[in-house]
């Protein structure tokens, strides 16, 4: 037979087992607000970097570049943008001709190097590599840039050596160019490209 102190312990019981499930469901409650409400503000973020990556695809594959700033470079970066660009294209010898001309050309507009690779080709400059075993190397004597306004305008001025087995000889390759913002990669970290390279007359003892 059920006492009533039996029942009244089945009651105590029943009331303990249901005031912890409660508190198990609200505890359940809150860890899956939490749960979402992390994982929406991680889903957030993935889109939101998703959407400032820019995927640049070039003859070396995609890679992936950071998404162009307004702000206006400096002029620091501008003139390492240029002599970057000037010691690859005309400092190579027979071996490394190709590859540097490959990564020169990601520094500029494609019809500018283009233009610049031609006289290369119509000079024979890798026949010569190979015929006359010689190499040139670049010394850059200046570059000038005005980042005031868009596009950006600059000069630079150089000399090409050009080394034979038994002499030196110096040839000035000076130019005017724009200067264009585009997407930082890893061929271009600065994030500039050259346009409208034009070569003009220079004598390194009177630069302007």
Do not use: C
Not at 2 to 27: R, Y
Not at 77 to 102: G, P, Q
Not at 114 to 139: D, S, W
Request: net charge neutral; glycine share 4%.
């Amino acid at each position: 037979m059920v006492t009533d102190n039996n029942k009244l312990g089945v009651a105590v019981n029943f009331s303990k087992a249901f005031t912890a499930l409660k508190w198990i469901t609200i505890a359940a409650v809150i860890l899956l607000f939490a749960s979402n409400a992390f994982w929406g503000w991680t889903y957030s973020n993935s889109l939101k970097q998703a959407r400032q990556t820019v995927y640049v695809v070039s003859d070396r594959g995609t890679t992936a570049a950071v998404e162009s700033p307004t702000a206006t470079p400096s002029v620091y970066e501008a003139r390492n943008h240029v002599k970057d660009f000037m010691r690859l294209m005309f400092s190579h010898d027979a071996e490394t001709y190709k590859d540097r001309i490959d990564l020169a050309m990601k520094l500029i507009n494609r019809q500018d190097g283009l233009a610049i690779f031609q006289t290369f080709r119509e000079g024979k400059v890798l026949e010569n590599y190979n015929r006359y075993n010689i190499h040139t190397e670049l010394e850059i004597d200046s570059v000038k840039v005005n980042v005031a306004t868009e596009p950006y305008s600059g000069m630079v001025y150089s000399k090409q050596k050009v080394i034979y087995p038994d002499e030196v000889q110096y040839v000035p390759v000076a130019a005017k160019f724009l200067l264009l913002q585009t997407y930082r990669s890893e061929d271009n970290p600065f994030g500039l490209q050259i346009k409208d390279f034009n070569f003009i007359q220079y004598n390194p003892k009177s630069e302007p």
